[in-house]
């Protein structure tokens, strides 16, 4: 039969209506795949906006944090005048005697015969850590007379170890490194699960930040330190920036101590700020292979860091006294500026006992700086501390130390991990979910004997897996827009008053471009003011915004009604700051603080950071926040007060958290 009775008999015809449907599928399947490529690109925008959103309102925090030093040399300085027994003289001072004489005391703390918690059995041994685990996952609390027998037990361990561990691999014997956990104890839990736990043939380094943060920093650290004390030559500490008395403050693992340790919290806390100091500082691997929590600058210097007597480092809060008795010195740009502590206060703390400012210094780039693309070494301005440090840098210090890279970790990366520098910097970060459920995967990273690392990633998860992945993502982004808007709220007067230099017509509008520059250099957060405006304010047909709208449907409640709404939003917004001062004078961690400290300590603040608020407006507030009128208020029901309303949001119920 010939082509041409074929297609008499509608075969061609079959043959191309067959041709024109593939055609319609395959645009059909086009069209769809650029519409997911698209749909995709926007979600991963949403989520990169989101995390840049925790990323700088954290670093802010941390930033206010470091500035603290100038306050408390400020503190210092006055605070004796207005107090017969400086408590703030103790922060400088050496707390390891007292510790020893408490080594007595810890054995005359019983545990009665109802405690049904883990016992554990002295000297530690593999058992001892199976058995931790297992009454951890099952959410119960280790009796306080183990916790502080644990923090004693590693501290003997702790100060026979060098400044840097060295530990080999070989073609039998690999390491596993882990960065940030951050009290997030369910993640620790899944790496053992995935990794195994430590052994004399499962080694494991441990690249600080242990705590804070999360709701289980405690049994974090006592699983690690317990791990340690069993293999303390397959288990490896270094000091993060958290591993600080001060940081654990403001971070929340203070207030976790002492909920959960009502009796025994306060002898925990002494004994354990005087652990951090004896971690080493970091690890190095095969001689080829630097480990350290934050990174390094131009001027590191190993072999001196090798010789620094590490235990002086009490925190990044505390720079030692100047020698030359000058009140203004001030460190580097790219560290913090102090203020020299009063004469009366140096004749009470040996000079023997602190750091010199170089050393000092040397620590904090290692706890602290980040690594940046851009060459060279420059201040670290989203942190407060450290710097941040180029890959000429990298080179320059990996060289000159005959090493070959350098493995960090501190900051939280969308998937765990992170390589730049060419190669020679790894960044490890182990607490998923760090922002919010979903926001970041964990990982940790296997190392063998001359091979390049292994990453192995992870996500502990809930019951969000099972949503689809927008829901996910706009769970982020309006968690993220959730704490932009409380910053946004504690500067109300001040962004209204940068609005109106925009607002020359005075019609309550301005540009997209002026308010964006005002939210930028008002509140200081480097973010992407533009594509972020369609969540935070109103635009009308001319594309200019109504810039009350960045207000609406949130504000700080008020505790008195007749309290000036700037001294609220003062309040509010340094009252991280506040809580960490009137915790250090409140030494026997009763939460009360007397009317007249109260008194006293607001001057001080309103006086360093030049608050312009009279300091009769606070004392009214603090008499009418004295319910029962005995002299003295509940601080921390007093900053309760000032919390922050989100009318829209009624049915928000924020996370349970010592943060």
């Known amino acids: 039969m010939s082509t041409h009775d074929l297609e008499d008999m509608g075969c061609g015809t079959s043959s191309a209506k067959s041709d024109r449907q593939s055609e319609k599928v395959l645009k059909a399947a086009l069209v769809i795949q650029n519409w997911y490529r698209g749909y995709s690109a926007r979600l991963k925008a949403r989520h990169r906006y989101a995390l840049t959103i925790f990323q700088s309102i954290e670093y802010a925090d941390e930033q206010c944090q470091m500035q603290l030093s100038n306050f408390f ?148 650290l006592m699983i690690l330190f317990v791990s340690f004390l069993v293999y303390p030559n397959d288990l490896h500490l270094n000091r993060g920036n958290h591993e600080d008395f001060m940081m654990n403050l403001r971070y929340g693992f203070t207030k976790e101590i002492l909920y959960k340790y009502k009796i025994h919290g306060k002898e925990i806390l002494e004994i354990l700020e005087d652990v951090y100091t004896w971690l080493p500082i970091g690890t190095i691997i095969d001689n080829e292979i630097l480990v350290i929590h934050g990174g390094i600058s131009e001027s590191t210097d190993l072999d001196l860091l090798q010789r620094v007597e590490r235990h002086k480092m009490k925190s990044v809060l505390m720079p030692p006294v100047p020698l030359d008795g000058d009140r203004h010195t001030t460190l580097k740009k790219h560290k913090i500026n102090a203020m ?24 904090i780039d290692i706890l602290w700086s980040d690594p940046r693309g851009q060459k060279g070494c420059y201040p670290n301005t989203s942190r407060g501390g450290g710097c941040y440090f180029g890959p000429d840098v990298t080179s320059k210090v990996l060289n000159r130390h005959h090493l070959k890279m350098v493995i960090r970790s501190h900051e939280c990366k969308p998937e765990g991990y992170e390589i ?73 007067t001040d962004l209204i008053h940068a609005f109106h230099l925009q607002d020359l017509s005075k019609s309550g509008k301005v540009s997209l471009g002026q308010w964006a520059f005002s939210m930028e250099n008002t509140l200081g957060l480097h973010l992407p003011w533009r594509s972020l405006s369609s969540h935070l304010v109103t635009t009308d047909t001319d594309g200019n915004i109504n810039y009350m709208s960045s207000f609406q449907d949130i504000h700080i409640q008020k505790p008195v009604k007749e309290a000036q709404s700037t001294l609220i939003e003062t309040l509010y917004r340094y009252r991280s700051d506040l809580q960490i001062i009137f915790n250090v004078i409140d030494s026997d961690h009763s939460g009360l ?67």
Request: proline share 4%; net charge neutral.
């Open 593 to 659: 603080i007397s009317m007249e400290e109260f008194r006293s300590m607001w001057k001080l603040f309103n006086r360093h950071y030049n608050i312009h608020i009279d300091d009769c407006q606070v004392d009214e507030l603090a008499e009418r926040m004295d319910l029962n009128k005995d002299g003295s208020i509940d601080f921390n029901e007093f900053l309760k007060a000032f919390d922050v309303v989100h009318k829209l949001d009624k049915k928000h119920k924020s996370k349970s958290s010592f943060a």
């Open 420 to 492: 730049c520098h060419d190669g020679k910097v790894v960044t490890v970060f182990s607490a998923s979910n760090y922002y919010e459920e979903g926001s970041n995967r964990g990982a940790y990273i296997k190392l063998f004997y001359d091979m390049d690392p292994r990453f192995f990633q992870y996500q502990v998860t809930r019951t969000t897996c099972l949503k689809p992945l927008y829901q996910r993502i706009s769970a982020i982004e309006t968690s993220a827009i959730r704490i932009l808007r409380e910053r946004i709220i504690a500067r109300k």
């Open 73 to 220: 040399s400020f503190m210092m300085e006055n605070y004796t005048h207005i107090h017969e027994k400086d408590p703030v003289s103790r922060l400088f001072g050496s707390t390891s005697q007292n510790n020893e004489d408490k080594q007595d005391y810890i054995r005359l703390i019983e545990v009665p015969d109802s405690y049904k918690g883990p016992r554990l059995q002295f000297p530690l041994t593999f058992p001892d850590i199976d058995l931790l685990v297992d009454a951890f996952k099952q959410q119960q609390i280790l009796h306080a007379r183990y916790v502080l027998e644990v923090l004693f037990e590693t501290k003997k361990v702790l100060k026979q170890k060098p400044n840097f561990t060295h530990v080999t691999t070989s073609p039998s014997k690999e390491i596993t490194i882990c960065g940030d956990l951050h009290g997030k104890l369910d993640d620790l839990f899944l790496i053992f699960y995935k990794n195994g736990l430590p052994s004399e043939n499962n080694s494991y380094i441990f690249n600080g930040d242990f705590v804070d943060r999360g709701r289980n920093s405690i049994e974090v």
């Open 340 to 363: 020299a502590m009063p004469r009366e206060v140096k004749s009470s703390t040996s000079m023997s006992e602190q750091l010199t400012k170089h050393e000092w210094e040397q620590i």
